[in-house]
């Protein structure tokens, strides 16, 4: 079956950075867009950014221009690296990839930006 694995959260200070790395396992056939959303307590989960398996970008309002998306199509990988962190990035972070026609979510990595 297919499992999604994340890793990379964690505290951080403000303005600091850190990377978020997915890995999809088990009998993959096709993967489609993967990506990161979040989740802040009593919300729904948004999107934070994706990336379709060509390589097309999407990114929330709220971190484009200091977090990059990037995927191992080779390895069933997705990383996403975020700079100039601030309180309003923490949330937990779930991974997400679509997966032999279906979607596949990762258990969720907190990420607490605080002094």
């Known amino acids: 079956q297919v499992q999604l694995v994340e890793s990379g959260g964690g505290l951080v200070q403000p303005g600091g950075s850190l990377r978020l790395s997915c890995a999809a396992s088990g009998r993959i056939f096709r993967v489609g867009a993967m990506g990161w959303y979040r989740q802040d307590p009593g919300k729904q989960r948004k999107l934070v950014a994706s990336i379709t398996s060509g390589g097309l970008i999407d990114y929330a309002d709220s971190v484009n221009g200091r977090s990059t998306i990037s995927r191992d199509n080779a390895k069933n990988t997705v990383n996403l690296e975020m700079n100039s962190l601030n309180a309003e990035d923490t949330a937990v972070y779930y991974c997400?990839?679509?997966?032999?026609?279906?979607?596949?979510w990762g258990q969720g990595t907190q990420v607490t930006v605080s002094s």
């Open positions: 997400y990839a679509q997966i032999n026609e279906a979607d596949y």
